[in-house]
Structure formats: C-alpha cells, structure tokens
C-alpha cells in the first residue's frame, strides 16, 4: 500500500536521523580528548577546574573531543551523547557537555534539562562566538575550551554577562518537517497510470528529496538513497488508495529509543536528560 511505503521510509529516515552514533570511550577524568587536542597538563588542570565546580555544585561538565561525528550533525550528536554517558545527576539532569570536533570544525555547548533555564541556548551560543571560537580560528584549542568552560562555570553562578554574539548561523532543523511533508505529498497525490507522464514529478520528487536530506545530515550517501526511494515511490507508487476517487488512510505510528545511563568510575553519573538545548557554533 502507498501509505505504507511512506511510512516505512519516513522511518527508515527517523532512523538515519536519531540513530546514535560511535562514541568516543568514557574513562574517570571530565576530560575525554579523542581528538588528541591537549597536552597531559592541559588535560590534568581542566579536570580540575571541572572536579572543583562538581565538588562545589553538584554540576557536572564535561569537556570532550572526538575524532569524527560520523556525518552527524553535531545537535544530534551532542544530546545523544549526554544520554548515554549519563551526564548529570539524576534527579538534577544537571549536566553540561563542551563537544570539539575539530575535523568537521564544530563545537557544541549541549545542556541537560536541570540546567536549561541557568544556561540557556542564546547564552550559549554567546559564549560560543565571542569566547571560544576566537581562540579555535587561532588554532588555540586549549584556551578555546578553558575560556568556554570559565564562563560556563560563572554563568551558572550568575557571575557572567553575555554580550550579543558576534554572528549567528542560520539553523536548518526545520527542514526535516518539510521532507516530511514532501514524502507524504507525493505518495497520496492521485498518478496516473502512464508510467511515462509520471516519470518527470518523480525525477523532481527524488531530486528536492535528496537536496533537502543533504543540507540537514550532509551525508552523501544518504542523500542519494533517499532521493533514490523518493524517485521509486513517486513513480511506482499505488492508487489503490484513490480508486473509488477519495483516499482512506490507514493508521501507523513510530517507534522510538532511549539511551540507558553509564558510570563515570571517577564521578557519578546517571542523569542524561538531554533534549537539545544548547548551541552549536563552526570555524
């Protein structure tokens, strides 16, 4: 059935969307450099510095670095990550992670629910702009990072007065929702049967539908796949559904997946409430 088609590529695209990643191995220290950015000392003085603000506040920041997001953006990944590692205590969610990664030039302020209202995502991204990416154009990772974490750490005391950031980028989550709406339209649309008539709206179909998954994951093979499935969808689709001239739909729905909690060995862990906020920043 047509609607069945859409539903089960809408999954397969919820599925390419919010699938977890390959995460980097989490070990004692609030500092897990992947990416290998930092000296042992730099290493050493940032835990610290993050023991310290955990000792006296319960907050738990975590600086970490990673190689690659496996063509992720780095929304997704940052909130992802938060969940399976756990950040945060639990019945606080008051976990911070500071994602790099310096490959894909991003960096990522991602804060869990308990801390949303003190650190919220326009002061983020402030602190993104105007403290950390300056250091990072310079090629300075270190004092990028120590400058982000300090005001981390003093906006959560109410000590920090953000400026208005330097530049802001222009977000693109909202073009999911239109892919969405574009693989429904062209599978409940009556076609004709000339496979010939249809092959022009399906050649457009497969093309807006594989240019649009390409500005939201930035992955090439999985834009083309989609644009592929559209294409197919568009131009094989079924008209059982409007041959007595009007459309029955049939119910479906989605699934979804949580990430459980790990132990930081060092530190407690175990909150993980991670839904997004925060702000992302390049260079």
């Not at 599925?15 to 990416?35: E, I």
């Not at 000296?39 to 835990?47: A, F, W």
């Not at 399976?84 to 804060?111: F, T």
Request: glycine content about 12%; some cysteine.
């Amino acid at each position: 059935m047509k609607l069945f088609k859409s539903i089960t590529l809408l999954m397969l695209l919820a599925c390419l969307a919010f699938s977890a990643p390959t995460f980097p191995k989490l070990n004692n220290s609030r500092v897990v450099d992947d990416a290998g950015l930092f000296d042992e000392n730099q290493k050493i003085n940032l835990d610290k510095k993050l023991a310290n603000h955990e000792t006296n506040t319960s907050n738990q920041i975590v600086v970490v670095t990673v190689k690659s997001l496996d063509g992720y953006d780095i929304s997704d990944y940052g909130y992802q990550l938060g969940r399976y590692w756990g950040i945060g205590q639990k019945d606080k969610n008051n976990g911070i992670l500071l994602i790099v990664a310096p490959n894909e030039r991003k960096v990522r302020i991602e804060v869990g629910y308990g801390l949303e209202g003190i650190l919220p995502d326009a002061t983020s991204k402030t602190i993104i702009q105007n403290d950390i990416l300056p250091s990072f154009k310079k090629g300075d990772y270190y004092n990028g990072v120590n400058n982000g974490v300090d005001k981390i750490m003093a906006t959560i005391k109410g000590e920090y007065k953000p400026a208005k950031p330097t530049n802001q980028n222009t977000p693109i989550g909202f073009l999911f929702p239109i892919l969405f709406i574009v693989i429904i339209f062209i599978n409940v649309i009556p076609k004709s049967e000339d496979k010939k008539k249809r092959l022009i709206p399906a050649i457009i179909s497969g093309s807006v539908a594989g240019i649009i998954s390409w500005v939201i994951f930035f992955v090439l093979g999985v834009s083309i796949f989609i644009a592929v499935i559209v294409f197919l969808l568009t131009l094989f689709g079924s008209n059982s559904n409007w041959s007595d001239g009007n459309y029955h739909p049939t119910s479906g729905g989605f699934g979804g997946s949580d990430f459980g909690s790990s132990d930081f060995g060092g530190f407690s862990s175990g909150g993980g409430s991670f839904g997004g906020g925060g702000a992302s920043g390049d260079w």
